[in-house]
């Protein structure tokens, strides 16, 4: 956990990074790299059954599933929307 936080948020830019974490390859449903015009990436796959959320340090979301983690440098504050960056449901 804290090597990944070392390399978390950039506080000059803002922006928020993530990790996801996988016991096994298998678990990888999608990786896709796109070789066009566009230059989206697209990951998919699962970390399981939900066992456990919570923020690590106040400002890392983790998410632990029964096959991984994923880790978003997000603090409390952005999803409740206190810091100006508005939350919008779907």
């Given at each position: 956990?804290?090597?990944?936080?070392?390399?978390?948020?950039?506080?000059?830019?803002?922006?928020?990074?993530?990790?996801?974490?996988?016991?096994s390859k298998q678990y990888i449903k999608t990786i896709n790299l796109?070789?066009?015009?566009?230059?989206?990436?697209?990951?998919?796959?699962?970390?399981?059954?939900?066992?456990?959320?919570?923020?690590?340090?106040?400002?890392?979301?983790?998410?632990?599933?029964?096959?991984?983690?994923?880790?978003?440098?997000?603090?409390?504050?952005?999803?409740?929307?206190?810091?100006?960056?508005?939350?919008?449901q779907k």
């Open positions: 956990m804290v090597s990944w936080r070392k390399t978390g948020m950039n506080q000059t830019n803002k922006e928020c990074s993530f990790s996801i974490e996988l016991t796109a070789n066009g015009s566009r230059e989206s990436v697209l990951v998919e796959g699962t970390i399981g059954q939900l066992q456990n959320a919570e923020f690590a340090e106040d400002v890392v979301l983790e998410i632990t599933g029964t096959k991984g983690v994923l880790r978003i440098d997000l603090s409390r504050e952005q999803i409740q929307g206190e810091t100006g960056t508005e939350v919008k």
